[in-house]
């Protein structure tokens, strides 16, 4: 891929010391206007990239390994779709490890977990709707024993299956590729996935792990979100509050 060698030129090594996914980072009336611009900038070009696509566009959403910002990036861009009058729903599919219902402050007693082991028969007992943000979301749920064997179900099927006759866009936000198989496994019913990744964190032999896993699995790249970058200003690097880019 053409986009390869200019990313690995701006990914480093592993040096952090906040986590990409934090509350603060969900977009809010303090958010920077260059982060707002960012994620719109994202939103354009996916939309530019699934436009061949009909009907409701399944976006999936993961990173290489853990801290590098899929979560917040997965909200973001989530409303960021439905700010432009999209119907948009956002699911966390990383049942071992499940972060929305912090971010979009709501309770976290049912969720994905739940509908798939079959505890919930229809997949609207467990969508929340966040008025905030004029979007929908499912949420994980307590974390099951079982999580790779639930996500792989029919059950996971039909429920994108029934969610796409309801919305514009389904934006999943799934556990790392390089930790877990459940990405790919749930790559197999979307329109594509969209990879994170961070400055001074993400390795260039991690990211490579990545891209293959996701080949192997015939999984259309959408694209790369790299976040945490750091801009040249007045002479000096000034590490930003929280920028994402878009690369295709």
């Known amino acids: 891929m053409a986009i390869l060698s200019n990313l690995k030129e701006r990914i480093f090594h592993r040096n952090v010391t906040e986590d990409s996914d934090s509350v603060q980072n969900i977009i809010n009336p303090?958010?920077?206007?260059?982060?707002?611009?960012?994620?719109?900038?994202?939103?354009?070009?996916l939309?530019?990239?699934?436009?061949?696509?009909?009907?409701?566009?399944?976006?999936?959403?993961?990173?290489?390994i853990s801290r590098e910002g899929k979560s917040t990036t997965a909200i973001n861009l989530a409303i960021t779709f439905a700010q432009t009058g999209a119907r948009v729903i956002v699911i966390d599919a990383d049942l071992r490890r499940p972060r929305l219902h912090i971010y979009l402050e709501q309770k976290n007693d049912v969720g994905m977990a739940q509908y798939l082991g079959g505890f919930k028969s229809d997949y609207h007992e467990v969508v929340r709707h966040i008025p905030h943000y004029n979007l929908d979301c499912i949420t994980g749920g307590p974390v099951p024993p079982n999580p790779s064997e639930l996500l792989i179900s029919s059950a996971m099927g039909k429920l994108l299956d029934g969610l796409s006759e309801e919305y514009?866009?389904?934006?999943v936000d799934s556990p790392p590729v390089n930790l877990v198989t459940d990405s790919v496994s749930i790559a197999e019913h979307m329109s594509g996935a969209l990879l994170v990744v961070r400055q001074n964190y993400t390795t260039s032999e991690s990211l490579n792990q990545a891209i293959s896993a996701l080949e192997f699995g015939k999984i259309k790249i959408l694209g790369y979100v790299l976040?945490?970058?750091?801009?040249?200003?007045?002479g000096t690097y000034k590490k930003s509050?929280?920028?994402?880019?878009?690369?295709k």
């Open 30 to 45: 303090d958010t920077p206007f260059r982060v707002i611009e960012a994620y719109k900038t994202a939103r354009t070009n």
């Open 47 to 64: 939309m530019f990239t699934l436009a061949g696509e009909s009907g409701c566009k399944r976006i999936i959403v993961t990173s290489p």
């Open 168 to 171: 514009d866009y389904i934006i």
């Open 227 to 234: 976040n945490a970058s750091e801009n040249l200003r007045r």
């Open 241 to 247: 509050y929280y920028k994402s880019g878009y690369y």
